[in-house]
């Protein structure tokens, strides 16, 4: 196991609504990562958090957003939910910013599905 | 275009056949260079990362070659485990993030 957790697992919302999603991270990694994963796709960077301040982000409307808190879990609300919006999301915890080793250590996902 | 394009495959082989898999990157800046492994249902896990020297992790091969902007990976004696989605994967110095490809689905049958 990654030792990285994220809650829920499954989640039903309707278009409209919003959602939290929830990851804490793999001991003493200081950076997490956000990722939506559509299916039969790969993984797409949504935004990164490394010390409680966003450090960078990819090409996701401002509907999406993201804290750090300070023991380095994190959490990705996502507003006016959207069908496309259906989606693995991927929390990922690295010591280094951006995992310069390129290893990111992944959670099991959140899945969400938007009707 | 996609920022990194892969044969979606499916790929079937039997067991202990040589599998090989194919990616290009559009990004020329791109710096580092990585395959990981999906299960069905379960979240990628890096598998190993990709040299321009080569480099090879047990039935493992990996190669990059920057001049044409592919990446290969190659599995020997392939074993029924090896089922599962291959991503390619790459990362920019100064990004914060990877790119990852769609992704190569390998099926070993026995």
């Known amino acids: 196991e990654t030792g990285v957790t994220q809650s829920p697992t499954h989640l039903i919302k309707t278009r409209g609504q919003q959602v939290t999603l929830r990851c804490s991270s793999q001991?003493?990694?200081?950076?997490v990562s956000w990722y939506q994963q559509a299916l039969g796709q790969g993984p797409q960077f949504i935004f990164q958090y490394y010390r409680e301040e966003e450090n960078g982000r990819g090409n996701f409307p401002p509907r999406f957003s993201g804290l750090q808190f300070p023991n380095y879990s994190s959490e990705l609300n996502v507003n006016a939910l959207e069908l496309d919006d259906s989606a693995l999301y991927l929390c990922?915890?690295?010591?280094?910013?951006?995992?310069?080793?390129?290893?990111?250590?992944f959670g099991e996902g959140s899945r969400l599905t938007v009707l | 275009r996609k920022e990194v394009e892969q044969d979606p495959g499916p790929f079937n082989v039997p067991e202990g056949a040589t599998v090989a898999f194919n990616c290009t990157y559009s990004?020329?800046?791109?710096?580092?260079f990585f395959w990981y492994r999906q299960d069905c249902r379960k979240e990628p896990k890096l598998l190993m990362s990709?040299?321009?020297s080569g480099n090879e992790d047990g039935r493992f091969t990996a190669q990059l070659n920057r001049a044409s902007q592919y990446i290969s990976l190659l599995i020997r004696d392939s074993k029924l485990s090896d089922s599962a989605t291959y991503l390619c994967v790459v990362m920019n110095t100064g990004r914060r993030a990877l790119t990852f490809g769609s992704g190569t689905r390998l099926q070993v049958q026995p």
């Open positions: 990922a915890s690295s010591l280094a910013l951006a995992g310069n080793t390129g290893e990111l250590f």
């Open positions: 990709v040299y321009s």
């Open positions: 001991s003493g990694h200081n950076t």
């Open positions: 990004n020329s800046a791109s710096q580092s």
